[in-house]
């Protein structure tokens, strides 16, 4: 009802993608509500897991990732592609909010990802694990460099590089059968690796290009301002001036 099994992988069906589409909503739903907020922020937020603010920002960011996600400015043969900036909305939320939120909102959207591609095209859980689940959990990283200088960016390269490593661990696991005839034979045991990071790179040079435009850094800056609690919005300041 909900799987078919075809030549060694297995398909969802169209009742099942329904079904994990109500899933992932309801996960989004649950884990935005019961996340406990970060040390700093608990003084006005005792009395909530979460504030509307948070909420608010987090759902957004998640929201704008996955549109973006759709708009491929080029998509590799066998999975991946170099998206407009998607992966930059994910990682500012725990830009904003830290690693905690953060790895939920992106544990969320690798869900979400999960039905929009992988859904209907699973060879084991690890595998889906490795390709969507652990991989783009991994943008939530972004929330330890939040309070470095220059945290945004650290915080940014971080996650892309290590879901690179996920995806390149699935890609030896996987998908060396599919490696290209025309691929160079010396570097064979490279192409998970070539394969995988020539997206991820890909993205990220053109995502840290448009965020080192002065006009664009300050908007960011002062969304960040916008999207942090109340009363972290001074501490705030004071690192978007350094």
């Known amino acids: 009802m909900f799987l078919t099994q075809e030549e060694g992988y297995y ?6 993608m329904v079904s994990l589409y109500l899933l992932v909503a309801l996960f ?3 884990t935005l509500f019961s996340v406990k907020p ?13 504030s509307v603010r948070q909420l608010v920002f987090s759902a957004a960011a998640l929201a704008l ?12 043969p ?3 592609s170099v998206t407009l900036c998607s992966m930059l909305f994910v990682t500012l939320i725990g830009y904003w909010y830290g690693p905690r939120v953060g790895l939920t909102a992106a544990f969320a959207y690798g869900l979400l990802e999960f039905v929009q591609d992988g ?3 699973v060879l084991s859980p690890l595998q889906a694990g490795l390709d969507y689940l652990f991989a783009f959990t991994a943008l939530g990283l972004s929330g330890f460099f939040r309070r470095k200088k220059n945290g945004l960016l650290i915080g940014y390269l971080a996650a892309i590089l290590v879901r690179g490593l996920m995806h390149t661990i699935g890609g030896y696991l996987y998908w060396m059968d599919y490696m290209p005839e ?7 045991a490279l192409y998970p690796v070539i394969y995988n990071y020539a997206y991820i790179l890909g993205e990220g040079l053109i995502t840290v290009i448009l ?9 960011l800056k002062q969304t960040r301002i916008l999207a942090v609690p109340a009363e972290d919005v001074s501490s705030v300041s004071k690192e978007t001036k350094s």
């Open 11 to 16: 398909a969802l069906t169209k009742t099942g």
């Open 28 to 30: 989004v739903l649950f």
């Open 38 to 50: 970060d040390k700093e922020h608990a003084g006005a937020e005792k009395k909530s897991r979460i």
């Open 65 to 76: 990732a996955f549109v973006l996600s759709f708009i491929r400015l080029f998509s590799f």
């Open 78 to 80: 066998w999975g991946g």
């Open 119 to 121: 859904g209907s095209y």
């Open 182 to 188: 025309s691929f160079p034979p010396h570097l064979a």
């Open 211 to 219: 965020i080192s435009i002065p006009a664009i850094r300050r908007a």
